[in-house]
């Protein structure tokens, strides 16, 4: 594969991972300090908050896992169980993710109705159903490596 795709991707990587660093040191408090001023949903904010940070620890998880990833198709080995390894990693992440934003799903949806704000909850199904989505291509792509991999071997042995 070119270098310079793969180094676009760690760029975009990076990127990402300081976007969503960057929201949860300031774009979130701020959210929450905003909230808190101006209604009383300090009961229901604060778990979301928890949920937001503690689904920031997959995700970057995660991110460190893709960076791993594309350094092994750098050095020619896309198609070794470590790679197989990362991508099982992010699975687990995603599925973590999920998880986490499914369990606040509820704390959404009780202040979409007492803020009268129903795009709330979209933004938390968009949440789980991404994270979802992500979690089954890396599952159907670990199935492809490691399947090309028992091919090669298979390979290896008959030459």
């Not at 995660?62 to 198709?73: G, S």
């Not at 992440?93 to 795009?119: H, N, Q, T, W």
């Not at 291509?137 to 298979?154: D, H």
């Amino acid at each position: 594969m070119n270098r310079g795709s793969t180094y676009f991707l760690r760029i975009t990587v990076l990127l990402l991972g300081i976007a969503v660093l960057l929201l949860c040191l300031f774009a979130f408090p701020w959210i929450t300090k905003e909230v808190l001023d101006h209604s009383g949903l300090a009961s229901l904010v604060y778990p979301v908050l928890i949920g937001m940070y503690l689904a920031a620890i997959p995700f970057f998880i995660a991110l460190y896992q893709a960076l791993r990833l594309l350094r092994l198709i750098d050095i020619n080995e896309a198609f070794s169980t470590r790679s197989v390894n990362a991508l099982r990693v992010i699975k687990w992440c995603a599925v973590g993710i999920s998880f986490v934003y499914l369990v606040v799903m509820p704390f959404f949806y009780l202040i979409g109705e007492k803020d009268s704000a129903p795009g709330v909850m979209l933004i938390g199904l968009v949440l789980i159903f991404a994270s979802l989505v992500i979690a089954v291509f890396t599952a159907v792509l670990q199935k492809l490596v490691k399947s090309a991999i028992e091919i090669k071997s298979e390979n290896d042995l008959t030459v």
